[in-house]
């Protein structure tokens, strides 16, 4: 049996295997482009294609594919076999460098925003070397770039490359004003925590809500929810960790660093932690991840649910987004180091993130924006939909202390310890983690919290890329322009904390006081999807891409576009699948449970010594006429939603539609709880979240 080591990467066409099937001259060559970019040759195309096709074929693959994430925020795929008929009975094995390169997928059948019309079908798939390939279910997959006929991007991938090389243009014109330490590029560095519920097959499958949309459309609370606060790292049952056991397998194989699973506050819910990579790998990485997971669950009898809130009253799911810079030399830029008040270099990139997060909280807002998502920001399980930054007392005191042109005092270092002679003393971390911010710095890192579970982080990442990497640009023409490099740096950082010091918050996001400060403060409260969505193409967020070349203002309508109808498009399959399983399923269940109520002879003679109507039936009568009037306006609305533009409907769902499912909701719930359970016809909280 292999070893962990042994058996890790073992399905990836890594730099060692390259490095083992390449002639040298094709390796270094390959290696110069990736490391100093340019294009690559087909000749070396033609090597590498057909060495990747041996290993390939080797480890069992029969097939390749342009593996791509175009706008659906999952990933596509489409299979080509290795095999090219030799004569008219045998078949060779070939895999070229123009295959290997490009692929052509149908451009028009992707949500495109209007960049595409039905007829233009033609588009492109395009190799992304510095995400290696790897291979799944027997088919070779090839990480790649998705565009249009006209070079528009299609995917989520693209804008990601490319706000990682803007951050190193800009990143490098500030590292080059400090002393030298050998530095040459700087690129973001995530780490993505997956939060994800599990959820027994055979009861999923016999939830329509749960099998169309991704949660729970009906469902009373259960009699116990998370409130015992005990099911938060406890012990993983059998079933569970032989699941857990073969995701890590499954991912390890894929060069994927799983490191931490634990149980999760809500009852069946769970978390996958990875090591730290660079920002365009974890984000396939991630995408990886939740496709493992969904597989693996299938295997184990198990439904993995990764919306963001498939139960009513239980916890979401979200993944935390932890973002930092690191150089090509091992240097974190974000480590404040023992003495933050005199590392003048961390000083000046922590005011920068401080700088793009308050200027662009709409960019940062919508980069998470999903009807899903919606259920679960400010939930006081989820950071608010305000957007602010934590930093905690010791940065803040220094802040405050550059504002003000101060000295800082720092408290005097100390250890923790716990009144145990027996446990050693440890350091103290030098800021606490605020779970209720939605940015948080946590000692050398940035982590974004109000990603959605089902998200793809590619938009948040290029996103937060490309306003940091503004905020260098500016930093850097101010004090590549000056002529007293430590007057003007002084001047800079203190100018940019005053203008900008709203955006940090280090108390209690979950208060109702604080949504009232942030207004205060100037800050945005984008509550729902469509508040958001808008800030995609604001004059200064279209400035802003297309300055640093990572969107067209086309490219960036597109998105605007395709936003408000993944939205509307969510909404109305939820609302129509919800009218079907009232109409098909409860409203007749219950109406059959009257049924049986009057005709069951006990219940007969109580209604006829009483001489008045029976309590039981007359709520279930009021509860199940006013369950079919409600569905029945859902119906009406629904209709006139189709009838109106994208926009206008996304706009219909936040004020219609979605306030006419809750009034749907609370009658079935209602009904939920007084129906006798054999004539219910869904499995309840109970059943999903406890019979794991």
Request: hydrophobic content about 40%; charged content about 25%; proline content about 4%.
């Amino acid at each position: 049996m292999k070893t962990i080591p042994e058996y890790f990467g073992s399905h990836v066409f890594n730099d060692e295997v390259m490095q083992k099937r390449l002639p040298k001259d094709i390796y270094k060559r390959l290696k110069a482009v990736l490391e100093e970019g340019g294009s690559l040759d087909l000749s070396v195309a033609n090597v590498v294609a057909n060495a990747m096709k041996d290993w390939a074929v080797g480890l069992g693959a029969t097939h390749y594919t342009h593996w791509f994430q175009p706008m659906t925020g999952v990933t596509a795929e489409k299979h080509e076999s290795f095999i090219n008929p030799k004569d008219h009975s045998h078949v060779i094995l070939e895999f070229s460098g123009k295959e290997l390169i490009k692929g052509e997928p149908d451009a028009s059948s992707f949500p495109n925003g209007g960049l595409r019309a039905t007829f233009e079908a033609r588009g492109y798939t395009t190799w992304d070397p510095t995400s290696f390939a790897f291979i799944k279910d027997q088919t070779l997959c090839i990480p790649t770039a998705f565009c249009s006929y006209d070079g528009s991007a299609l995917d989520k991938k693209t804008p990601l490359l490319r706000s990682m090389e803007v951050i190193n243009k800009q990143a490098m014109r500030i590292i080059k004003l400090f002393p030298d330490e050998g530095i040459t590029h700087v690129t973001t560095t995530v780490g993505v925590e997956q939060e994800y519920f599990l959820v027994d097959k055979k009861l999923y499958e016999k939830r329509p809500d749960l099998v169309l949309t991704g949660r729970t459309l009906l469902g009373a609370k259960p009699t116990r929810g998370q409130e015992m606060e005990d099911h938060y790292f406890g012990m993983i049952s059998p079933r569970v960790s032989a699941f857990m056991k073969e995701v890590d397998e499954e991912l390890w194989k894929l060069g994927i660093f799983a490191k931490t699973e634990h149980k999760e506050v809500a009852p069946a819910q769970f978390e996958l932690a990875p090591v730290f990579t660079t920002t365009n790998i974890a984000a396939d990485h991630n995408q990886l991840t939740m496709e493992v997971l969904q597989k693996v669950a299938d295997r184990h009898g198990f439904a993995c649910l990764l919306h963001e809130k498939p139960f009513e009253g239980i916890n979401g799911s979200g993944k935390h987004n932890n973002w930092s810079l690191t150089t090509n030399n091992g240097i974190n830029l974000l480590e404040p180091g023992k003495t933050p008040q005199k590392n003048a270099r961390f000083l000046l990139m922590l005011t920068a993130v401080i700088k793009a997060v308050d200027e662009y909280q709409g960019l940062l807002r919508v980069s998470v924006a999903s009807a899903g998502n919606d259920h679960r920001l400010g939930a006081n399980e989820a950071p608010p939909a305000v957007i602010s930054i934590f930093l905690g007392d010791e940065l803040t005191g220094i802040l405050k202390a550059i504002e003000n042109d101060a000295d800082y005092q720092k408290d005097c270092e100390h250890s923790m310890t716990i009144g145990v002679d027996a446990i050693p003393q440890f350091p103290k971390d030098a800021t606490d983690r605020n779970r209720t911010s939605p940015f948080a710095f946590t000692g050398n890192k940035f982590e974004f919290r109000m990603l959605g579970s089902s998200l793809s982080v590619s938009c948040p990442n290029y996103i937060l890329n490309t306003i940091v990497a503004e905020a260098f640009r500016q930093f850097a023409d101010y004090l590549e322009a000056g002529h007293d490099f430590e007057h003007d740096l002084h001047q800079l950082l203190k100018d940019t904390i005053k203008k900008h010091k709203r955006i940090i918050f280090n108390g209690n996001g979950y208060t109702d006081e604080w949504i009232a400060e942030a207004k205060e403060r100037g800050l945005l409260n984008l509550a729902a999807t469509p508040d958001a969505i808008p800030y995609y193409i604001t004059d200064q967020n279209i400035a802003l891409f297309t300055r640093h070349g990572i969107f067209s203002e086309a490219e960036l309508k597109a998105r605007d576009a395709i936003q408000y109808e993944t939205y509307s498009k969510l909404i109305h399959i939820e609302a129509a699948t919800m009218i079907r399983m009232v109409m098909q399923e409860i409203h007749p269940a219950v109406s059959e449970y009257e049924q049986a109520l009057l005709q069951n002879e006990v219940f007969k003679a109580k209604i006829y010594q009483s001489h008045q109507k029976n309590q039981l039936l007359q709520e279930l009568s009021e509860l199940n006429e006013k369950l079919y009037s409600n569905t029945e306006a859902l119906k009406n609305s629904l209709r006139q939603m189709e009838q109106a533009d994208t926009k206008t409907a996304a706009l219909f769902c936040r004020d219609h539609i979605i306030p006419q499912m809750n009034k749907v909701r609370e009658c079935a719930d209602s009904l939920e709880e007084i129906t006798a359970k054999k004539y219910w016809p869904y499995p309840d909280y109970t059943d999903l979240l406890y019979h794991l």
